[in-house]
C-alpha cells in the first residue's frame, strides 16, 4: 500500500496575530502589567467617595443648623427681635432656595416691622440673586406696597402690573388686578378701577380678594351710580315672608273648659206651697164604678 503524503501548509499571516480576549480578560492583562497604575487609580476613586460622603454630611450638618435656627427666629414674636435673628441667618450659606426663602420671609418682617429702607432692600435681593426662586413675584408685589404706602402711586401700579406680565401664571398675578383697581381709585381714574375690581371677581372667584373687590364695587355704586347699569345699583327686587318661628305660632283654638260654660237650667213645675195645702184639705175621691159588697147577715 503506498504511503499518502501531505503537503505542509506554509505559514499564514495571521498566525502571529493575538487571539481575541473579552473585556475581563484584557483588564485583567493590562492590570498584569501596569499594577501601579490600576492601584492608584483605585485609591483616587476611594478617596473621592470618601470626600464626597464628608462634604454631603457637612453639608447636611449646615443645613440642619440652618433649618433649626430658622425656627427659633420665626418664633419671635417682637417683629423687630425677629428682623434681627432673621438678618444674622442671612450670612450663611445655605442652599439657594432656603436662602431665597430666607430673603423674603427677611424683607416680609422689615415690612412689618416698619423698616421701609430695609424691606425695600431685601425685596430687591430676592429679585436680582434668585430670579428663578417662586418668591420673586412676592417680592415685586412688596415694592409696590412700599412705593403705595409712600403715595408713589405711579411706581406701585407699574409693580403690580409688572406681575401680571411677567408671572401671569403665579399665584401672586390672580390678586394683583385688586391692587392695581384700588391704585386706580386712588388716582382719581374711577372707571379703570370699577374695571378692574370687575376683573378682580372674574379672575380670582370666591376668594378673600374677590369680596373684597365686590365690596368695593358696591361702594362705588352708591356713589358713581352713573357708571354702573340699574341692575348693578339698585337691588332686586324679592317678596319677603317672615315665617315665625314654632314656638312663637299662635296656640289653636280649643273649647272653653266645663267650668266656664254656661250651666243647664233644668227647670221643674213643682207645686207652690198654697196649692199643696189645698190639696191636703180635700178629700180624695174613691171611684165610684167599684163598690164592695153588703157582707151577708149571720144566721142564728
Not at 32 to 41: C, F, H, I, R, T
Not at 150 to 175: C, G, H, M, V
Not at 242 to 270: G, R, V, Y
Amino acid at each position: 500500500m503506498a504511503a499518502v503524503k501531505t503537503q505542509k501548509k506554509g505559514k499564514s499571516l495571521f498566525d502571529d496575530q493575538p487571539k481575541p480576549q473579552g473585556d475581563l480578560s484584557a483588564l485583567v492583562e493590562q492590570f498584569k502589567e501596569n499594577p501601579a497604575l490600576y492601584v492608584g487609580a483605585v485609591a483616587f476613586i476611594a478617596l473621592c467617595l470618601v470626600a464626597g460622603l464628608l462634604y454631603r454630611a457637612h453639608r447636611n450638618s449646615v443645613e440642619r443648623d440652618l433649618y433649626t435656627s430658622y425656627a427659633q427666629a420665626l418664633q419671635e414674636q417682637d417683629p423687630a427681635e425677629r428682623l434681627a435673628a432673621l438678618e444674622r441667618l442671612l450670612e450663611s450659606n445655605g442652599p439657594e432656595d432656603v436662602m431665597a426663602e430666607l430673603a423674603y420671609v427677611t424683607a416680609e418682617t422689615a415690612y412689618w416691622a416698619q423698616d421701609s429702607e430695609k424691606a425695600k432692600a431685601l425685596f430687591e435681593r430676592v429679585k436680582t440673586e434668585y430670579p428663578e426662586s417662586p418668591y420673586v413675584p412676592d417680592a415685586a408685589e412688596g415694592l409696590g406696597y412700599i412705593a403705595e404706602d409712600a403715595s408713589d402711586f405711579d411706581a406701585a401700579l407699574n409693580a403690580y402690573k409688572e406681575i401680571e406680565q411677567l408671572w401671569p401664571t403665579s399665584f401672586t398675578a390672580r390678586r394683583q388686578p385688586l391692587n392695581v383697581a384700588r391704585v386706580q381709585e386712588k388716582l382719581g381714574n374711577i372707571e379703570a378701577a370699577i374695571q378692574s375690581y370687575r376683573e378682580q371677581t372674574t379672575v380670582f372667584p370666591e376668594s378673600n380678594v374677590a369680596r373684597e373687590a365686590q365690596a368695593a364695587l358696591d361702594r362705588l355704586g352708591k356713589s358713581n351710580p352713573e357708571l354702573f347699569t340699574p341692575a348693578e345699583v339698585e337691588p332686586s327686587e324679592m317678596v319677603e315672608v317672615d315665617i315665625p318661628a314654632l314656638d312663637s305660632q299662635p296656640a289653636l283654638e280649643t273649647a272653653p273648659p266645663a267650668e266656664d260654660a254656661p250651666a243647664l237650667e233644668l227647670k221643674l213645675d213643682a207645686p207652690s206651697s198654697d196649692s199643696t195645702e189645698e190639696a191636703l184639705e180635700q178629700p180624695s175621691e174613691a171611684p165610684a164604678s167599684e163598690t164592695l159588697p153588703e157582707a151577708p147577715a149571720e144566721t142564728p
